[in-house]
Structure formats: C-alpha cells, structure tokens
C-alpha cells in the first residue's frame, strides 16, 4: 500500500512540475493570437537589448535584466526604447516595494534634459507610503499631474500590476489591472486646459510629438517591469 502511495506521488510530483515550469515561461512571449494581432515584445525576458538611456545609447547601469524582468537597482537616469512609436497600444506588468515612485512614459524625444519635459505619464506608485501620494492626480495610473484614477486599483506591495496605454493621436487611455481609469484627449479644449493648469505649462514641447520613445521613470526605489508588448495602431500624421 505505501509503495502503491509512493509511486502515485512520484507520478504527479513529475506531471505537476513540467506544469508550473510551462506557465513561468509564459512570461515575456507571446501567444500566436498577440503576434497576428501585431503585438511585438520589447523585453526578451533576459537582457536589455533594444533600450538605451535619455543621454546615451547605452542604458544606464542602476537598470538590470533579472528573474525575467527589467529592475531599477539604483539611480542611473530613466530607460528608454531604442525604438520610436506614434499611435500605439502598450501592456506591461510592474511591481514595487514601499514606497516606490516610477512611471511609465511616452512620445519622449531625445531633444530635452527630461523624459518628462516631452513625454506624459503614467504614474506608477505604492499608493500606501509613496511620498507623491497626498496628490490624487499622482496616485498609481494617474495621467501625471493631468488626471486622477476614480480609486486605488492596485494591487498589494510586491504584487503584480498590468497596464494598458493606448494612445491615438492624442487621445489618451490609461487602464490598471483590467479598470480603465483615464480617458482624455490632450489636443481637446479639455486637454489643453488641463495642461494649462498643471506643472507642464512651463513646458512647451510637453505632449506635441506625434512619436517618440517610451521610457521607464527611474525615481525612487525598486520597481520592476515585465512582459512588455506593443503593438502599431497606424501611423501617426
């Protein structure tokens, strides 16, 4: 009996493993539906091949490939795409640890001494302790200093979060963990009001690319990013 037992366990021990080991490799890939779709990735899962920093065309050294994702390990300026990108729809999953403050940008041009002095972003933040969390326009999916999400949809520190960016033109969706929670457009009469009435009035080339890279925000903290997909949503003018 406890050898009929014992083997019955080795039996599902050998089928359970191969199992777990096929969903970890999920990550960082994608299914044949994504790639008809036109979705590509731009993190291979174990290198930084295909990103640079806003000075250099090397990234900076606080950003390194580790466990299948992109981690922010120290100061060292933000990291961007070597690729440009115009209308375009953005997944990715990111976590944090306490306290954390980072971001996701877009349309950022290499032309500025700030990724944020071109590009808008998506706020990426421990909404418990993170010292910018006081502002609800800069609470975890904000449209940076422009729009606040309706509530906290993140997950708990250390978790995973996944985040859609769709931008066409300059209408503008944000959306955390499944909830779309920013819908504007910032070429609109709203949009430039909104812009007026934020930190990003003194910046005259914030939002008026119509392509750029994406850049992620190296401010506080750890902060880690993978399974990293775009995909064109045609050509912006």
């Known amino acids: 009996m406890k050898k009929t037992l014992l083997f019955s366990l080795l039996v599902l021990s050998a089928l ?21 779709a036109g979705w590509r990735l731009l993190f291979d899962g174990s290198s930084l091949t295909g990103w ?3 000075a250099a065309p090397a990234p900076g050294s606080g950003w390194k490939a580790a ?38 940008l877009y349309r950022v041009s290499l032309g500025e001494d700030h990724t944020y002095f071109t590009g808008p972003e998506y706020q990426i933040l421990d909404n418990i302790k993170g010292g910018d969390r006081f502002d609800p326009k800069h609470l975890a999916g904000a449209l940076y200093d422009l729009v606040a999400p309706p509530r906290d949809f993140t997950h708990p520190v250390g978790s995973w979060n996944t985040t859609r960016i769709v931008v066409r033109g300059w209408h503008i969706e944000h959306w955390l963990n499944g909830e779309k929670i920013v819908d504007v457009d910032l ?9 007026m009435h934020s930190k990003f009035s003194a910046m005259p080339h914030f939002a008026e690319y119509a392509r750029g890279h994406i850049a992620l925000q190296d401010h506080d903290n750890m902060v880690a990013f993978r399974n990293i997909k775009i995909r064109d949503l045609g050509a912006s003018p």
Not at 22 to 30: F, P, Q
Not at 78 to 92: A, H, M, Q
Not at 187 to 195: I, N
């Open 16 to 36: 359970l493993v191969p199992a777990s080991l096929a969903v970890a490799s999920d990550d960082n890939t994608l299914t044949g539906a994504e790639q008809a």
């Open 52 to 54: 640079r920093s806003l």
């Open 67 to 104: 466990d299948g994702a992109i981690v922010r390990t120290a100061r060292s300026g933000d990291l961007l795409t070597v690729d440009e990108f115009g209308d375009f729809e953005l997944s990715i999953d990111w976590k944090v640890e306490d306290a954390t403050n980072s971001g996701i």
């Open 187 to 195: 070429s609109s009469p709203e949009g430039r009001l909104l812009k």
